[in-house]
């Protein structure tokens, strides 16, 4: 005997609770998203950025910077083609995006001064 079509709204099939929207899957099911601030959940932190170089990782540093009241922003570059990461660094901090960045010495008293690893 074939068994009747689920309706969209399953959720009224007694003893079970089934989701009835693509919001209610996924890693962000549970977040209350009346209460959730990225500006909150970055306030005071220290943040470590890889991939700072490219073009989704300077967006990242860049809004962290400018929008957010991060503690410390830590990037992870790397020497390429001729360059130091101290060069492509002071390259990156240039670039038209940053301009904002550059004009308030605050913002940029968050970006850690560049480190050489020995690994």
Sequence with gaps: MPSAPLS?????????DFPTSPDDFGPFAS???????????????????TGASGYIGSLVVEQLLRT??????????RGKRGQTAKERLRKLM????????????????????PRKLAI
């Design 68 to 77: 957010t009241d991060v503690g410390k922003i830590y990037v992870l570059i």
């Design 8 to 16: 969209a709204n399953t959720s009224k099939m007694p003893g079970r």
């Design 31 to 49: 977040v209350d998203r009346q209460g959730y601030s990225i500006k909150q959940q970055f306030a005071g932190a220290n943040v470590m950025v």
């Design 94 to 113: 240039q670039s038209g995006l940053f301009h904002l960045v550059r004009e308030d010495i605050n913002l940029l008293k968050k970006a850690s001064r």
